[in-house]
């Protein structure tokens, strides 16, 4: 079980937060003299060096997110330019890939971030510029949202690069896709002129993510924990009916992938910050705005719980729940996480992706009259900051191209480097690693300085 530091402060993390920014800014410069985009995405490193890995192209938009978030903090133009100069150059396809899940992902990491910093006067306001962002983000998030299998007329999911039949936990993160296409009054048109709302959407695919890749201790099969979560979801599309978990990079279908359960950790307090923004009237058809945000809050209520109940003290958790070589560790839920132990990997990743919802959450709660139970989850995820913002998992060796290691890829498919003399995978990072360590160290600088949270959806220009 995670032990929260109720003592720390975002502002306590100040000094750890330049140094990961100092840091970052040497890797990020050192893989972009380096690489060479012929070859592909670099998505995780070998023995210090990022190499890549064909399954989905999914990373591309977090190694340019990186630089454009470490010119956020830093006001290097440097890195502004290397965010830039490459999503215009190389991103043009992930606007309209439809073969994958990951629009969210790749492209508001991207094209969002840009946007985002130029309505806030961070970059020089261009009208051609502007459109060019609003129409790549329009775009993605109908194309995303083109993925969809029906359930019922009220309930229907993004299907992931699996099938039709299959729904990814991942997948609640790129549900911002949609949200900012929306934001930008986007429709997606269907057969006979049929407008597609993009909110419904999103909500229909929260809404079945919730129902059956969350579990709430009410009976569900022999393994239903609360909290706990399935990587994917199984459904027969012929009509409509759900078959059962299953999980791809998980152990089992009744273990919990823990960097699955942080997508999910992430995604929905991060949407219930969208959803705050919109009208009771255009939630009306959905229940009402109340009752959104209360479904929202149960699912990431949940989950959290479970993060912090089944992870280590430091809040680092292992790469699943119920991965067999566990056993051998002993009491691991009382001592802080070993990533050189010789059964099973940690994966950092997951940590920094679930900090962030647990700020999120901790947030939202405060500011809704929910003190105690707001910092409970605002203190964890600071907590969770605070070991990863230092060794051994912010990455100072300089001639190491990852910011965060003791990340986990794919466990289960081997894919994941075993240094000589080692039994499980470490000392490695991950592209999304080290750009959700990015993302949760400029939450804490804008927080230390008193700044607007970091929203993903501020993207209107007054």
């Not at 399954?55 to 938009?61: A, F």
């Amino acid at each position: 079980m995670i032990r929260i530091n109720y003592d720390l402060t975002p502002a306590t993390l100040h000094d750890s937060v330049k140094q990961l920014f100092a840091l970052s800014g040497e890797k990020i410069h050192r893989l972009q003299n380096r690489w060479n985009p012929a070859r592909g995405t670099p998505v995780f490193t070998i023995k210090g060096e990022y190499t890549s890995r064909g399954w989905t192209e999914w990373t591309q938009g977090f190694q340019f997110g990186g630089a454009i978030y470490q010119f956020e903090v830093t006001q290097d133009e440097a890195f502004l330019e290397i965010g830039r100069r490459n999503t215009v150059d190389l991103m043009a396809s992930h606007i309209t890939h439809v073969g994958v899940h990951d629009h969210g992902f790749n492209n508001v990491s991207t094209y969002g971030n840009l946007l985002r910093l130029m309505s806030a006067g961070m970059i020089p306001f261009n009208a051609w510029e502007k459109n060019f962002y609003e129409l790549a983000l329009k775009t993605t998030g109908a194309v995303q949202a083109v993925r969809w299998t029906e359930l019922t007329p009220e309930l229907g999911y993004i299907y992931s690069f699996n099938g039709p039949h299959s729904l990814f936990a991942d997948t609640i993160r790129s549900l911002r896709a949609l949200a900012v296409s929306h934001q930008l009054n986007h429709k997606l048109m269907g057969e006979m002129d049929r407008p597609i709302s993009l909110l419904a959407r999103l909500l229909q695919h929260a809404e079945t993510t919730a129902r059956f890749a969350v579990y709430y201790g009410e009976g569900r099969d022999a393994y239903d924990l609360r909290g706990r979560t399935a990587h994917e979801s199984i459904f027969n599309v012929n009509d409509g009916a759900y078959r059962c978990p299953n999980s791809q990079q998980g152990y089992s279908p009744f273990s919990t992938w823990t960097r699955g359960l942080a997508w999910i950790l992430c995604g929905y307090p991060e949407e219930i910050e969208y959803l705050e923004t919109l009208s009771d009237e255009e939630l009306a058809p959905f229940g009402g705005k109340p009752q959104v945000i209360s479904r929202f809050v149960r699912v990431a209520e949940a989950v959290a719980d479970f993060y912090l109940q089944y992870t280590p003290i430091d809040g680092v958790p292992y790469w699943d729940t119920g991965a067999p070589g566990l056993a051998y560790l002993g009491n691991y839920l009382d001592r802080p996480a070993e990533p050189y132990n010789e059964h099973e990997p940690v994966d950092s990743s997951a940590a920094a992706i679930a900090a962030q919802g647990l700020l999120r959450l901790g947030s939202y709660l405060k500011r809704t009259g929910q003190a105690e139970q707001g910092a409970r989850y605002y203190q964890a995820g600071l907590t969770v900051a605070q070991t990863l913002f230092r060794e051994p998992y912010l990455s100072t060796d300089t001639t190491h191209e990852g910011l965060l290691l003791h990340s986990v890829y794919h466990r289960p498919n081997g894919w994941d480097y075993i240094p000589p003399g080692r039994q499980v995978p470490c000392g490695e990072a991950s592209m999304w690693g080290d750009y959700h360590a990015r993302e949760l160290a400029v939450m804490l600088h804008r927080a230390a300085a008193n700044q607007p949270d970091l929203r993903f959806f501020d993207i209107r220009f007054k």
